[in-house]
């Protein structure tokens, strides 16, 4: 008998100690377009900025298990950002372009984020970018093109999370409509029960009225499709971090079964498809920010709480060197504003000037935005090659070709500038695009240890399934 009474004591212990090392909170944080080196890049410029060589690390790069995984699509050796968010949502390969179906286009499959709302977890999904972008669309839509903008909002709707954030919808008023038979998603979402808020301030003061919210930026960003990048970013600007705190909060205050977070820093990418490379290493470190509130989450919860980091893709072909045996990262830190920022300060100069602007005012603000001239010395190369670009389109020019990368369109100087910053930073680009690359996966926490051994992107959600006992 008193074996019986051990055995059944050592049963007890060894399902209560399996029960306690399953994640109750999952953290899945996916940096669009963020390489190995893109990661590299940011660690070795805040070496250099202190006068050193070498690396000083991440929060997120110092978690105990660290790996890489291949992005590759069912259909492409290069995947976009639709399949490969389909892969890291779902577990399955599909076509480039497809959000959450199989390689038919048709066929739809669910998301981890779905199986944690079956097992009565609070789910968020989150954003820099609209919510309806291909990464956090994977996660709740099914839809044969990423473009079907509306229909995703449609989707957002009836799989119903509890907490959704980002920049804003893409199309809420259904422009694809020709005879305009629609009611816009504002509406649809306010039918189901959604409170849908602008701005981190006011998130404050409706969180606890709230049973299901989405978190948009405020109407004088103007902007649906992004909040700014984080070297662009003004007093009332929302950030990937407000973002990421708002969502903790709600989650954890909605459920006593724990959550499941995913948290997307979209604008990695759009960074790299412009080959700015300044631009990146901010939104990489303002990623690593936002995981911070996180890991502090983490500290507090230890034995619960799993977080995963990883990318979808990386962007860019990005390169530390151009040949030397150097790296002069530092540089990049003379860079105020990302190449669009500086678009935009080129446009306010036209409009102020009827398109006249002078070269002197021209270069006042290359010095302010690049420190060209002052932190960064041009040789007579490089200021003749910004001579040139502003003669060929400030000389009282109406139309200027401007240089288009896959989210923004920039002036041709402003383009140039970050060239010739590039260059002497000796950082270099092989395409706009996307590549093959490997991209990092790190983990903390309940069940990171699964999180070892070279491994394809459709098997990060089989494992976070396997780590927070979600039935897959």
């Not at 383009?415 to 706009?432: D, F, P, R």
């Amino acid at each position: 008998m008193k074996k019986l009474s051990c055995l059944f004591t050592f049963v007890f212990l060894f399902i209560n100690i399996a029960i306690a090392q399953q994640a109750k909170y999952v953290f899945y944080f996916i940096g669009d377009g963020m390489g190995v080196n893109q990661v590299l890049c940011t660690e070795m410029y805040n070496s250099e900025l202190k006068g050193e060589i070498g690396i000083t690390p991440l929060l997120f790069t110092q978690f105990p298990y660290c790996t890489t995984a291949t992005t590759f699509s069912a259909t492409n050796g290069v995947t976009d950002s639709a399949a490969a968010g389909t892969a890291l949502a779902t577990g399955n390969k599909t076509k480039n372009g497809a959000i959450g179906v199989k390689k038919d286009q048709t066929s739809p499959v669910n998301s981890i984020a779905v199986l944690a709302k079956n097992r009565g977890k609070s789910v968020g999904i989150a954003t820099s970018v609209s919510v309806d972008h291909a990464t956090p669309a994977a996660f709740y839509g099914h839809q044969g093109s990423r473009s079907s903008y509306y229909n995703m909002g449609l989707d957002l709707i009836n799989t119903g999370f509890d907490f959704y954030a980002g920049s804003d919808f893409l199309d809420p008023y259904n422009s694809k409509m020709k005879d305009k038979k629609y009611t816009d998603l504002y509406t649809l979402t306010k039918k189901a029960g959604y409170n849908l808020v602008r701005g981190y301030d006011e998130f404050k003061k409706n969180v606890g009225k709230s049973s299901k919210m989405i978190l948009f930026q405020p109407d004088s960003a103007k902007d649906n499709s992004s909040i700014p990048y984080a070297i662009d970013r003004k007093p009332g600007n929302l950030s990937l971090q407000e973002i990421t705190t708002a969502a903790v909060d709600f989650l954890y205050s909605k459920s006593k079964n724990g959550f499941f977070l995913m948290v997307e820093g979209g604008k990695i990418d759009w960074a790299c498809h412009s080959n700015d490379a300044a631009t990146v290493v901010n939104e990489i470190m303002d990623m690593d920010n936002a995981i911070k509130i996180a890991y502090d989450f983490y500290k507090k919860h230890q034995n619960e709480t799993l977080i995963v980091v990883t990318a979808d893709h990386e962007t860019g072909g990005f390169a530390l060197g151009n040949g030397q045996y150097a790296l002069n990262l530092k540089a990049l830190s003379s860079q105020k504003v990302s190449v669009n920022g500086f678009t935009s300060k080129l446009n306010e100069l036209r409009k102020k000037y009827n398109n006249k602007v002078p070269w002197d005012v021209v270069k006042k603000g290359l010095e302010e935005n690049f420190g060209f001239w002052d932190s960064i010395k041009l040789n007579d190369k490089e200021e003749k090659r910004l001579m040139d670009v502003y003669d060929k389109t400030f000389n009282n020019q109406e139309n200027v070709n401007l240089e288009k990368s896959e989210y923004q369109q920039d002036e041709p100087l402003a383009n140039e500038a970050m060239k010739i910053l590039n260059h002497i930073a000796l950082v270099g680009w092989t395409s706009g695009g996307h590549s093959a690359g490997y991209v990092p996966v790190f983990a903390i926490g309940a069940g990171a240890e699964k999180f070892q051994g070279r491994m394809d992107n459709t098997e990060i959600p089989e494992r976070i399934a396997k780590a927070a006992g979600y039935k897959y």
